[in-house]
């Protein structure tokens, strides 16, 4: 398989997630709000337009190639407390712990594929050709 192909076809995959989580939230916006500030989250309104931008943003940068290493980091970046704040299974009740372990393992997992992406983006595999 051609290699364009290959990074075309992983941004696809990898931004999924965060275009469909971000265009999710839109219409719940204000129980979104309302559960980040409930995980004490300051300025839970901001904090979810900041997120709307980073999750809906930057999944289409990823998406499209266009300035993709920076979406990238950004939203590998942005998962650190993401994950950490929604994701800390050492923290909750034993029944909970397994399902809460996938996920952090999940985001862990992915921001591994947008550090790949960051270094093997279109800007950088263009150039090379």
């Known amino acids: 398989m051609n290699s364009k192909w290959q990074l075309f076809l992983g941004r696809v995959l990898l931004s999924a997630i965060f275009i469909l989580s971000g265009l999710g939230k839109l219409p719940h916006f204000q129980a ?3 559960i980040m500030a409930a995980k004490g ?3 839970a309104t901001v ?7 980073i999750e809906i ?3 289409l940068l ?8 920076y979406a990238a980091l950004v939203i590998a970046l942005w998962l650190v407390p993401v994950t950490l704040v ?4 050492w923290g909750i009740p034993a029944d909970q712990q397994q399902e809460q372990m996938v996920n952090f393992l999940k985001n862990v997992a992915i921001m ?3 550090l790949i992406l960051a270094y093997a983006s279109p800007e950088k ?3 090379k050709t």
């Open 112 to 114: 591994g594929g947008l």
């Open 62 to 69: 990823v998406l499209t190639g266009y300035k993709a290493q």
């Open 57 to 59: 943003g930057g999944g």
């Open 41 to 43: 989250i300051p300025l």
């Open 86 to 89: 929604f994701h800390h299974f």
């Open 125 to 127: 595999t263009e150039a």
């Open 47 to 53: 904090a979810l337009v900041i997120t709307l931008f």
């Open 32 to 34: 979104v709000a309302g």
